[in-house]
């Protein structure tokens, strides 16, 4: 076993235990801590893979500022949160039965499709940026411009909307009919 | 790939205009303290005008190009400009008054109002599914948020949580939808995709099973924002719930925006499967039309009537779409028909709700029953309500009989005959509800101590507009159908990247 398969066997399962200890630990904090430790394992899977931009955004999106967000819901609900329940009827078993169908689905077009190494366009464009994430900009602020200013104005919308809607409501109501 | 600036900000000159005013009535907010200061609905409308001065200068000098690779600044698009951008002026003017007494946030309501025109504008434009599908959650998004704006009232907050859920769901159809089509052609512009589906039929033949589901997944997501039966469930509420002038907005501006998608997705993408497609359609239009007309029947709330009328008017629009024929004459193509009913139906349902929010702002009530004797209380409301029920039942000598005309005279041309035959009964049995409304109005009495309808000037403004425009359209027609003409064309060859 080379290292670099060492390396990849040693973070899958890292990352696959550190998710299943999120689902079943029954303390917020810890399942957040446990997502982070998934999220950081993730990122050093995509480092390996050779796409350094994406492995820094999932620190610093996912496991920076979503977790820390998380943190905040899961201290503003208090360490013993309402308990959950399930709305729809054999909500589990139907789960299981979905999860077990797309990992066989998965594991299907994984045998039977073919895989190439990184060759063409995509490789030759990296090197004529002179880097993965400099093709990614040159992409981004050129030819998907326009979808990307959008992406912001749609967040803007959605802070306007959030001040909206969530301001509370009036003692008084003159207006009601 | 260079971008060129000069060329770029030229055609996107409409949508920036509406962005920076959106953006500098948000900083205004800030700044001045009165909430009845007539700045920011001043701003609001400058911004407008201009917007609509760019758009209208666009299509007088046929710019067709593509901008920032995404965006087709084409006839088709600048069409659909002016009709979103007028809608908004409209709602704009009857806004005013209506929002002052509601809210002390009218601020935001006036930047959202442009912001869901820029969405209206985006989505008509769009070339390019990645961009389509922004724009289309650009538009859901500021929808719900102006739906749930009376924050206070509970029916304001649960229509805008039900249109939310349903268009959750329906959005994420599409883009499941989407990724199928990019999956087959490996492209998300239109026209792409459309060269992709040149190559025989033979050799693509396992493609198809993936296509077809593609289509019936994007025509539920943009279904739903045409409040088509069956993805109209969330209309009746969401109108009911949101505040007048918002529900006046959605049933016209936002409601064009899916038809301007509809056509593009379908005649510039997929013009190959355009039998699957029309026999959808004509299912879909005789659905909407018949449930939309039968269930209005039954209704004695005027805003939960209009939108029952309003998912029977869009099964109308639609028989243009099913009768498409490319390269026919003007105007059997069933394309122009669609553009002139979408005229016809601006000043109409615009002009049916402007008056609704007259008398609910005079009277503070939304039932039927409480136009009794409207004629004895607002001669002119009364009158211009009927020119505006005759123009939704599509009689002369209104814009309703132009555009009704346009899309029969469409579907004869392409022999739907069936589809036209219901069409005409649709028509005839919503007169009975129309007339019913009238009958409330001109021959019940009104009640004990009923004080005269009084209208502020900026609404009665735009009631006059909407009037006018319906009537002109139904006894000069000509340069709405000159209009509709030179819209038609839209981009069908595009260069390729």
């Known amino acids: 076993m080379s290292g670099a398969e060492l390396f990849f066997y040693v973070l899958a399962v890292l990352a696959i235990t550190s998710a299943l200890a999120m689902i079943f630990t029954p303390r917020p904090v810890y399942a957040v801590l446990f997502m982070v430790v998934n999220f950081v394992a993730v990122a050093l899977l995509y480092l390996q893979l050779e796409a350094p931009f994406l492995a820094a955004v999932q620190v610093l999106v996912y496991a920076g500022a979503i977790m820390v967000l998380f943190l905040f819901v899961v201290m503003l609900m208090g360490p013993a949160p309402a308990p959950l329940w399930e709305h729809i009827p054999a909500q589990r078993p139907l789960a299981l039965l979905f999860a077990v169908g797309l990992l066989g689905a998965l594991a299907t077009a994984i045998r039977k499709g073919a895989f190439t190494p990184l060759t063409g366009t995509m490789s030759s464009a990296i090197a004529t940026a002179g880097g993965q994430s400099q093709a990614l900009a040159e992409h981004l602020y050129n030819r998907y411009l326009l979808p990307f200013e959008l992406t912001s104005l749609i967040l803007l919308v959605g802070i306007v909307g959030a001040v909206v809607l969530a301001r509370l409501p009036r003692q008084k109501n003159p207006t009601t009919d | ?497």
Not at chain 2, 235 to 247: F, L, S
Not at chain 2, 248 to 267: D, I, P, Q, T, Y
Not at chain 2, 324 to 334: I, K, N
Not at chain 2, 352 to 361: L, Y
């Open chain 2, 1 to 497: 790939m260079q971008i060129n600036w000069a060329d770029t900000s030229f055609l996107l000159a409409p949508e920036i205009l509406l962005t920076v005013g959106a953006l500098i009535v948000l900083v205004l907010d800030l700044l001045i303290e009165d909430d009845t200061s007539p700045v920011l609905p001043g701003f609001t409308l400058l911004a407008l005008v201009s917007a609509f001065g760019a758009a209208a200068a666009h299509l007088v000098t046929g710019v067709d190009d593509v901008a920032l690779f995404m965006f087709a600044a084409d006839p088709l698009t600048h069409f659909f400009r002016l009709l979103g951008i007028g809608t908004a002026l409209l709602v704009l003017l009857v806004s005013v008054n209506y929002v002052q007494a509601r809210s002390k946030h009218t601020g935001e309501f006036y930047s959202l109002l442009l912001w869901v025109t820029l969405a209206v504008v985006l989505v008509a434009g769009a070339h390019d599914l990645i961009l389509l599908y922004l724009a289309f959650e650009f538009l859901s998004i500021t929808s719900y948020v102006l739906v749930g704006w009376l924050r206070d009232d509970a029916r304001s907050n649960e229509g805008a949580m039900k249109y939310l859920l349903f268009g959750a769901i329906s959005s994420a159809l599409m883009l499941y939808g989407m990724s199928l089509l990019y999956g087959a052609t490996g492209t998300t512009r239109l026209t792409e995709i459309a060269a992709f589906f040149t190559i025989p039929e033979t050799q693509i033949t396992g493609l198809y099973s993936i296509v077809v589901p593609a289509l019936v997944f994007l025509l539920a997501g943009i279904g739903f924002k045409i409040s088509l039966v069956p993805f109209h469930q969330w209309a009746p509420d969401a109108y009911e719930g949101a505040p007048t002038p918002v529900a006046a907005f959605l049933s016209v501006g936002s409601k064009s925006a899916g038809f301007a998608v509809l056509a593009r997705v379908l005649l510039e993408a997929m013009p190959a499967f355009q039998e699957h497609w029309t026999s959808l359609l004509v299912v879909l239009s005789i659905l909407t039309m018949t449930l939309g007309n039968l269930v209005a029947l039954r209704q004695t709330n005027m805003k939960r009537l209009l939108a029952y009328s309003s998912i029977a008017q869009a099964g109308y629009i639609l028989m243009g779409l099913a009768a498409y024929s490319a390269g026919a004459t003007f105007p059997a193509d069933g394309l122009s028909g669609v553009l002139i009913y979408l005229v016809a139906y601006l000043f109409t349902n615009v002009g049916v709700f402007i008056g609704a929010v007259i008398f609910e702002q005079a009277t503070g009530s939304v039932a039927i029953s409480d136009y009794a004797g409207l004629i004895r209380r607002s001669p002119w409301l009364a009158f211009t309500f009927v020119v505006f029920f005759l123009s939704l039942a599509g009689l002369p000598p209104t814009a309703g009989f132009v555009g009704k005309l346009a899309v029969f005279y469409a579907t004869v041309a392409k022999g739907l005959y069936f589809l036209a035959i219901i069409g005409v009964l649709n028509s005839v049995v919503s007169v009975y509800y129309y007339f019913n409304v009238i009958r409330q109005m001109f021959f019940m009495p009104a009640p004990e101590g009923a004080e005269r309808v009084r209208m502020p000037a900026s609404m009665g403004l735009a009631l006059a507009i909407s009037f006018v425009g319906t009537l002109l359209i139904g006894f000069y027609p000509e340069p709405f159908l000159n209009l509709a003409n030179m819209s038609r064309d839209f981009i069908s060859a595009l260069p390729l990247l």
